[in-house]
């Protein structure tokens, strides 16, 4: 006898499978010992009422013998002699994308301006101690994308453009662990997915497929409206039967290169604001509704909080409990900001970006610069933040409390920011359709979560990739661009996308066209 059985338990019951396998055994109506087996399929956390539950999905067998479990195992076949398809950009869009080009047979190339994670993380290195920046080599570009450094949260309400479930088991067939497949929001840590990525690069070369690194991309090959291929920086053309576009929303090397041939744009409606963080025993308290936090058994609180201000969302974005603040710039001449957690979220802090809905209407002046306009004003908030920041990555803050309030903060309060910070008056400095709506969302925000709004807490300037200003637009059905036959713009640089689970998705997809177009056959 198999059944379906749903458990809400105090956390520290759900931490007792003694128990828990007694009360299944009570639902099913049998001793513990006809219990054949049972496992947890899906679990989540809801704190939304005063006593905090742990809500288990649980798949049990009693006086049968459950089918034997297979781990879920990928074979990726020899492409060595296969047709070619280039893939620009080794992050989650452009690893699934390869991966998925190996299982239907293509072979792809994958072409990363960055560094592979290992010299990758020596550059991080040099950035936490405030040394220069690396303009290909940082937070943003290198192997796994700018989510291989910035916590790999694997949330995603895309899960109708594709296979969510399988993105999840490619992960864990790489290595991340199997937590990833039961719980409600799936996390893999900083410290952990470097190796997972490692080992998808290893399925890549290992079939047959290439992974170039220090190769970054300055020009496309077209053949009038069909691409053949692309230019490396160092004048070296690479051709292929397609090409997959999955740069990442902080190369805007590429729109501009996109632009000036001629290439198709749109611009988009993004977000920015800042980075807020917190103690993590009082995100605990305020979540968990205790004045004693979390205790032995919840993990670190998270929170989503949005709200409409002045016609423009203001939301949290990215929220990394247990985690730090990292520098995120991708030039020595910016300031930007992210935010990251390792697996056991186990750090002092908490922190999240706070951000306000732009819209290509709401940047002045920098609409007579067309298409790339919003590009241009993003680059103008990052040049703000950083003349208004310390020496180098150096970045300016100031409490949460002193900014609501429109005060000066004089002393700031302890941070996770390695690089150091530099008070500094962001009520009075950032654009006033940004900081306004920020000041007025967190009032808000407090009403919702009481002292949420407090000098225990900090903003760090600023949080402004969030997202693209530009999208690379394509054809809803062959997810072709909408002028240029064979190129695929795809995940978070293509606008199609945001974050690591919906870009892997959105990758998918586009091999999958790929295919379709380099053979001409339909996968339906």
């Known amino acids: 006898m198999k059944r379906e059985i749903v458990l809400r338990l105090s956390p520290k019951d759900a931490a007792d499978d003694k128990l828990i396998k007694s ?8 001793s513990p010992d006809k219990l054949s087996s049972f496992r947890v399929v899906k679990r989540s956390i809801d704190a939304r009422q005063k006593i905090v539950l742990v809500q288990l999905h ?4 009693a006086n049968a013998k459950p089918p034997k479990e297979k781990p879920v195992v990928f074979e990726y076949p020899d492409v060595s002699n296969k047709p070619e398809v280039v893939v620009v950009g080794a992050g989650p869009g452009g690893y699934f994308a390869a991966l998925r080009l190996l299982e239907l047979g293509l072979k792809p190339i994958v072409l990363e301006r960055g560094k592979g994670v290992n010299e990758r993380k020596k550059d991080l290195a040099l950035l936490n101690r405030n040394e220069s920046v690396n303009t ?11 989510g291989t450094f910035s916590d790999g949260k694997l949330y995603t309400r895309s899960t109708k453009r594709g296979d969510f479930r399988k993105v999840l088991e490619v992960f864990h067939f790489h290595g991340a662990s199997g937590d990833i497949l039961i719980d409600a929001h799936p996390h893999i840590g900083t410290d952990k997915l470097p190796e997972v990525i490692k080992a998808m690069r290893q399925s890549i070369i290992d079939a047959g497929g290439e992974v170039h690194f220090d190769t970054k991309v300055t020009n496309v090959l077209l053949d009038g409206q069909k691409i053949t291929g692309v230019e490396t920086q160092s004048g070296h053309k690479i051709t292929g039967d397609a090409v997959i576009l999955a740069t990442g929303h902080s190369a805007r090397d590429i729109y501009y290169m996109l632009d000036e041939n001629n290439v198709l744009l749109e611009a988009k409606t993004w977000a920015m604001g800042v980075r807020v963080e917190h103690p ?9 509704h205790s004045p004693k936090g979390r205790g032995e058994y919840l993990p670190a609180a998270s929170y989503s909080l949005s709200c409409q201000i002045e016609e423009r969302g203001v939301y949290s974005f990215c929220m990394c409990p ?15 900001v992210n935010g990251m957690s390792p697996s056991k979220r186990n750090s002092p802090w908490a922190n999240s970006g706070m951000v306000v809905e732009i819209r290509p209407e709401d940047i002045g002046e920098y609409q007579n610069k067309g298409v790339l ?4 004003y993003q680059k103008e908030l990052e040049r703000l933040a950083f003349v208004n920041g310390g020496q180098g990555v150096v970045a300016p803050a100031q409490s949460l409390a002193d900014f609501v309030d429109g005060q000066l903060s004089f002393d700031l ?7 150091g910070l530099v008070a500094s008056p962001l009520h009075f400095w950032l654009p006033e359709n940004i900081g306004q709506r920020l000041r ?39 997810f072709q661009h909408v002028q240029i036959a064979g190129l695929y713009p795809c995940g978070e640089g293509a606008g199609y996308a945001g974050g690591i689970a919906s870009s892997a998705i959105d990758g998918e997809k586009c091999a999958e066209k790929a295919w379709e177009f380099v053979t001409g056959r339909s996968l339906d």
């Open 23 to 30: 009360l299944v055994a009570k639902k099913m109506k049998v």
């Open 58 to 61: 649980i798949e049990a067998y």
């Open 136 to 146: 290909e080599s940082n937070y943003a570009f290198g192997e796994g994308g700018a």
């Open 280 to 288: 993590q025993d009082l995100i605990d308290q305020i979540q968990y």
């Open 322 to 336: 247990g985690g730090f603040i990292v520098p995120a710039m991708t030039d020595a001449d910016e300031m930007v």
């Open 373 to 376: 306009g919003g590009l241009e």
């Open 413 to 419: 309060p302890e941070c996770s920011y390695v690089p």
């Open 440 to 478: 007025k969302g967190f009032e808000y925000f407090d009403r919702r979560a009481r002292g949420f709004v407090t000098n225990e807490a900090l903003v760090v300037g600023v949080e402004s990739r969030t997202s693209s200003p530009v999208r690379i637009p394509r054809d809803r059905m062959s």
